[in-house]
C-alpha cells in the first residue's frame, strides 16, 4: 500500500478539513460512510454529492484520481470503470495525519512540542511521547 500523501496543514479548518479540501473531505466521508472495504464508482459519489452540490461528473472523478494518487483511495479496473474504496479507515488517517503534523511540528520547532506535552490530556501523553521519540530518531538521520 502507498504512504498516504497528506502535506497541507490547515489548523484553521475542522476535521480532516484541515488535512483535506472540503470535496476530498466530502468524498472520502461517503465513502468511510460504507462498510469497511466496499467499493463505490465514481456515479455512486456524484448522484450523493449532486442532492447537496451541483458538480460536474468530470469533477468528482477528477477528484477521486486525485486522492488515488494522495493513496488515500485505492483504484481498481473494472471493465470500462473503476472501483474505488478507502485505502485506510477513518481512524487510520487522522492517526497518520496527526503522526505527520507532530513530526513536522517536532523537525521545524524542536523542542517545543515536547514541551506541550505537559498540557494534553494524561492518556494521550503516552502515544504523542511515543510518536515524539520515534520522530526524534529519524531527525538526526536525515539532518
Known amino acids: ?3 498516504p500523501e497528506v502535506v497541507n496543514l490547515r489548523l484553521d479548518r475542522p476535521g480532516i478539513r484541515a488535512a483535506l479540501g472540503d470535496l476530498e473531505a466530502e468524498v ?3 465513502i468511510w460512510a460504507r462498510p469497511p472495504g466496499a467499493t463505490v464508482t465514481v456515479r455512486e459519489v456524484f448522484e450523493a454529492l449532486y442532492e447537496r452540490r451541483r458538480l460536474a461528473y468530470t469533477t468528482v472523478m477528477s477528484t477521486m484520481a486525485r486522492l488515488a494518487r494522495k493513496g488515500l483511495l485505492v483504484a481498481e479496473k473494472s471493465g470500462p470503470a473503476y472501483l474505488y474504496r478507502a485505502a ?20 521545524n520547532f524542536g523542542g517545543a512540542p515536547r514541551r506541550q506535552l505537559e498540557r494534553v490530556d494524561p ?4 502515544r504523542l511521547a511515543e510518536l515524539l521519540e520515534q520522530v526524534g530518531r529519524r531527525v538526526p538521520e536525515e539532518r
Open 88 to 107: 485506510l479507515s477513518r481512524e487510520e488517517f487522522i492517526e497518520h495525519f496527526v503522526a505527520a503534523a507532530l513530526e513536522r511540528l517536532l523537525v
Open 1 to 3: 500500500m502507498k504512504e
Open 28 to 30: 472520502m466521508e461517503l
Open 123 to 126: 492518556g494521550l501523553q503516552v
